[in-house]
């Protein structure tokens, strides 16, 4: 069974930094992008960051550029979101995902999401 189970997420005040993780299982995960996307509440869900397959190239959208930063181990069969100055809007639950040919609304794989709680 191939899984992508995230952790790390939380209740943090504004300003604040979290790591997510996102470990795949039940295959390798080394020839896919990788991601993440957040739906807050009442909101589509949307991206946040990708990485391609060997970490030399990542993506982020423009509200969290310079504060995120993704990364992956594919050793470990693993992504990272590092989270920095979190503002009360980065509160949604976040989902990894990943897909052979780009992260986006429609993935072959997803997590169950993890929830990130940002307070003023």
């Known amino acids: 069974q191939v899984q992508l189970v995230e952790s790390g997420g939380g209740l943090v005040q504004a300003g604040d930094s979290l790591r997510l993780s996102c470990a795949g299982s039940?295959?390798?995960?080394?020839?896919?992008?990788m991601g993440w996307l957040r739906q807050a509440p009442g909101k589509e869900r949307e991206f946040v960051a990708a990485?391609?397959?060997?970490?030399?190239?990542?993506y982020y959208a423009d509200s969290v550029k310079g504060r995120f930063t993704i990364s992956r181990d594919n050793s470990k069969n693993t992504v990272y979101l590092k989270m920095n100055s979190l503002k009360p809007e980065d509160t949604a639950v976040y989902y990894c995902a990943a897909d052979p040919k780009g992260v986006g609304l429609v993935n072959e794989y997803w997590g169950q999401g993890t929830q990130v709680t940002v307070s003023s």
């Open positions: 039940g295959r390798t995960f080394s020839g896919y992008v």
């Open positions: 990485v391609n397959w060997s970490g030399s190239v990542s």
